[in-house]
């Protein structure tokens, strides 16, 4: 069966792009999430068969928020195991 972890936009010590519903904030979260995305692969690798890092969307009241997402399979423990250690050991900041 696939399921998400949602992991963050940012590092969890570093400051994140707003949701800003006066502001075109989109194009920068995606940069954002893109660069943590790459930044978490760096630290653990590739992900293996079944599990998959991406940027997913969600509703807020003032707009949609972007975050980095591992879809796994939980049929696969290396996947299962790749997610939660992609939520746990992401770094705390960009360097």
């Known amino acids: 069966m696939r399921d998400y972890i ?3 936009s940012a590092p969890a010590d570093e400051p994140c792009v707003q949701v800003d519903p006066n ?5 920068a979260m995606r940069a954002e999430c893109a660069r943590y995305r790459d930044l978490i692969r760096q630290v ?3 992900e293996p ?3 998959r890092l991406g940027i997913r969307g969600e509703g807020h009241d003032f707009g949609t928020y972007l975050e980095v997402v591992c879809a796994f399979d939980d049929d ?5 195991e790749y ?9 705390a900041t960009w360097s």
């Open 6 to 8: 949602y992991i963050g």
């Open 76 to 80: 696969l423990p290396e996947s299962v």
């Open 83 to 91: 997610a939660y250690r992609a939520e746990s050991d992401a770094p």
């Open 44 to 46: 653990l690798g590739p």
């Open 23 to 27: 502001v075109d904030y989109l194009p």
């Open 49 to 51: 068969e079944g599990a």
